[in-house]
């Protein structure tokens, strides 16, 4: 069971960490135009969004995987899943252009449906952690002792 | 220590370091994107202050939405923009966009490269979704005036592939993740949308630049 949970743990802070990274690295642009697409916001806050959001994937993602704040960074990567787990049926029902999800930078194309259905399934796996006490190979439990 | 202070040092020390190693990244990201390479699908005044570079998929509806407001710079600022195109097919969403950017390829070294640019994207709608989009090609190119042996041999030439394939790759070196994408001198613009906001803003902020770099 221990290693599972570290699995699981060390699996959804990679996601973010990657899905945080690729946005970082490639000009800002590029994911407000993602932004754009979903139509739930416009300027400035699409701006403040796409300049945000990848920052904080690579930090609870990172916290995460080394199990730091670990109850705290599956909370807050459960609330982002939720968020984009909404946008994408929002998404489908509304039937807009949007061809390809815009979750991985361009490392990973899929499409609404398919990151849905890996979102919904990342957040299973990371409600169950918010749950976890800290555990072996964790900073949290070096920083307890 | 208590154990407040050791996760406040904690998380300070891994947020900058992600900080750092972020930025080390763009850093070298942009040191391996400039290139330059012969390209002679660009039209407006050579040497012009204001250069264009777009990245473009043919089978791309927003590529298509991007058209007119790109015609509508350009004719603002027709003294002082020049427009280059870039191939950047999009080929695991639009099956279609490599053979439309390879027609197009030819028809840059018949020098019509802008007409059958043109007629793809008017026509867009309807070789997009036909079954076999290499008629309508192929009628383009002889409404273009492009000579057909000509065509043929271009097409089945490996360097035309080539080329598409070296622009794609400086795209992404560049950071090109979806189309269009504008650089005007540089600076990215993605999508029609950003392209209408900002686009003459940004041209206008480049032109002071320049007057004031000409004053000095």
Redesign the interface.
Known sequence: MPFILLAMRIFVGAVFVYSG?SK????I??F???I?GYQFIK?PYISTVAFVLPWLE??FG??LS?G??TRVSSTVLSIFLAVFITLLLRSLMLHL?V??C?CF??GI?LTPWQALFLDSGILVVSLILVRQRPRWLS?DRI??R | MGARKRYFFTAGGLILLLIFLVMVARYAHRANSSSSFENTKVKGPKGAPIQMVIYSDFQCPACRGAVEPVEELRNEFSDVIQVEFRHYPLEQTHPWALTAAGFAECAAKQGKFWEFHDQLYKEQETWAHAPEPIVFFARYAQESGLDPLTLERCLEDPKTLGQIRLERSIGAKQGVQSTPTIFLNGRPLVGPLQLKAQGKNIVLEELKKLASKLRQ
């Open positions: 990274w970082l690295i490639s000009p642009e590029n407000m135009a993602v754009e300027q690579l930090i990172t916290f080394l730091f704040l252009p061809a390809e815009g930078g361009s194309i900073l920083l307890n």
